[in-house]
């Protein structure tokens, strides 16, 4: 398998504008996540499904943000209009929901709002 | 309110010594830990993981040490290598709630030759 696959590897997209990170999971995992890396919190956890359906939002920052999953093998992270505060490293995760399971991570969407 | 904690933003070890990597959490139901290894402009990659059942798990040059009672684990690297020179991520997840992974801030772990 060739493991979580995220697109693009980098962004950069003027303020306001509207920015969409794609996922493709690990082929039979139902689990899928969405994390934020930043300096400050480190990997910050912003959404969860479990069977392609939202389960935990909480760590959505604001409306600005959204997420879809509209099919076990595909999901998108939108944000809408983008913010400079919004740079940061994007990464998707998935796994087998279960016991003692460990997710496995992309490779990571580096977005530059300027 | 970060509920897993690590409070050492870096930590530099000669080559051969033992690496000691600290991580507390607060969330009394999290009953599984990880630990992943993230190098720059890559995704982290699972390490070693611990069920709140045991205390120790050892994987070769890597051993997770986990005090229930203090809601502390640790990761031992022994010896360290240059290679293991990384950001280190602490995680835990409750297998009775939703099995969401709450990271910690990461410790940059600098090993020298």
């Known amino acids: 398998d060739a493991g979580v696959i995220q697109s693009p590897r980098h962004e950069v997209t003027e303020m306001g504008q509207e920015v969409t990170l794609r996922c493709k999971p690990i082929s039979g995992h139902n689990s899928l996540f969405w994390y934020r890396q930043t300096m400050m919190r480190g990997l910050e956890l912003l959404i969860y499904?479990?069977?392609?359906?939202?389960?935990?939002d909480s760590g959505m920052p604001e409306d600005r943000f959204s997420a879809k999953m509209p099919n076990a093998s595909f999901s998108t992270l939108k944000i809408q209009p983008s913010e400079p505060r919004d740079s940061a490293v994007y990464f998707c995760?998935?796994?087998?929901?279960?016991?003692?399971?460990?997710?496995?991570f992309g490779q990571g969407t580096r977005l530059t709002v300027v | 309110d970060q509920q897993v904690k690590q409070n050492s933003p870096s930590l530099s070890v000669q080559e051969g010594r033992i690496s000691i990597l600290n991580c507390d959490y607060t969330?009394?139901?999290?009953?599984?830990f990880l630990w992943y290894k993230k190098y720059p402009a890559e995704g982290p990659t699972f390490l070693i993981s611990?069920?709140?059942?045991?205390d120790k798990n050892e994987d070769g040059r890597f051993t997770v040490f986990l005090n229930k009672s203090a809601k502390h684990l640790s990761l031992h690297i022994v010896p360290s290598q240059p290679g293991d020179s990384a950001v280190y991520f602490c995680a835990a997840s409750s297998t009775s709630g939703t099995y969401k992974y709450i990271f910690g801030t990461g410790t940059r772990l600098k090993v020298l030759a």
């Open positions: 499904f479990n069977n392609n359906v939202p389960i935990d």
């Open positions: 995760a998935s796994s087998v929901q279960g016991l003692n399971t460990e997710a496995f």
């Open positions: 611990i069920s709140s059942i045991k």
């Open positions: 969330n009394s139901m999290f009953d599984y």
